[in-house]
């Protein structure tokens, strides 16, 4: 049957066959199989005359090269990623999208400024874009530029007060600053608006052990792990909160627990982490 599908594909006029496979190639997309997805949207380009020099004859060349741009992306390729950004962005330098989806892959190789020049660029042809302030936001609570990236996470809150991921970031940036009871009401918020969102009770949860509010933070942590039985950080954070109360037996179990996650989710890094920590705890 594979052999008859391409025998098909094959006698299709070329314009089909170009948005037949980007069709696909985001169908796939959708369904996370990145692999998949930029095979077809590499397939279309094919069928695109000079489509390596960008010279675009058709109006979806920069909406393809950005959409495998960020299958790239999701798969962790991210210099793969940044080229195929450069390449919409040559064909429509106004693609709002493809400076939001740079800017990330910038962000995540640790190149804060460039990251920071494209959300910068972005705003420009888009002062309303929520994404840019925000993604701006944490460029600049990473660089530690803390009242820049709450001003960013205001306006963000500005254009869209709906917005809990905003609520939530500026929360971790009055947390940061020892502002605690301010990071308490924006991770309230955020509660308010989701009553699902297990990263804002987590945050809260730390803000209020910060304060040596223990069994409210306890409340947190059991909160976020009922949302999301895999959040390792939770049953961490949790397991000191329980360790500080002198309630050794609790903290092991969360910590072993902890430490169980953070392996099968590949946090390596953090697991030692735990397991130095959870050494500690049976010594004393």
């Not at 090269?65 to 940044?82: H, M, N, S, T």
């Not at 530029?145 to 009055?174: C, H, M, S, W």
Request: proline fraction near 3%.
């Amino acid at each position: 049957s594979q052999l008859n599908s391409f025998n098909i594909q094959a006698q299709l006029p070329k314009g089909t066959s170009y948005l037949t496979l980007f069709t696909i190639g985001l169908v796939r997309y959708e369904a996370e199989d990145y692999e998949a997805a930029i095979a077809r949207f590499t397939k279309a380009l094919e069928f695109v005359p000079d489509a390596e020099q960008g010279i675009a004859q058709d109006p979806n060349l920069d909406a393809l090269y950005f959409y495998r741009g960020v299958a790239y992306f999701d798969k962790g390729e991210l210099d793969l990623a940044i080229t195929d950004y450069n390449r919409a962005l040559e064909i429509n330098p106004e693609l709002v999208e493809a400076y939001i989806g740079r800017g990330l892959a910038y962000y995540t190789k640790g190149e804060l400024d460039k990251a920071l020049a494209d959300y910068n660029q972005a705003l420009k042809f888009n002062p309303e874009l929520v994404e840019a302030y925000t993604n701006r936001g944490v460029a600049y609570y990473e660089k530690g530029e803390l009242d820049l990236a709450i001003a960013d996470f205001t306006q963000a809150l500005k254009i869209n007060p709906e917005f809990v991921i905003a609520y939530n970031n500026r929360g971790n940036v009055y947390s940061e600053k020892g502002e605690l009871d301010q990071a308490i009401a924006d991770y309230t918020q955020a509660i308010k608006i989701n009553p699902e969102y297990a990263n804002a009770y987590n945050n809260r949860g730390i803000a209020y052990s910060d304060k040596g509010e223990l069994d409210q933070a306890i409340a947190d942590y059991n909160q976020a792990i009922k949302i999301n039985p895999e959040d390792a950080d939770a049953y961490y954070n949790r397991g000191n909160a329980y360790s500080n109360l002198g309630n050794k037996q609790k903290a092991i179990q969360d910590l072993k627990k902890a430490a169980k996650l953070f392996a099968e989710q590949g946090n390596t890094a953090i697991q030692q982490q735990v397991l130095k920590r959870l050494k500690q705890l049976e010594q004393d």
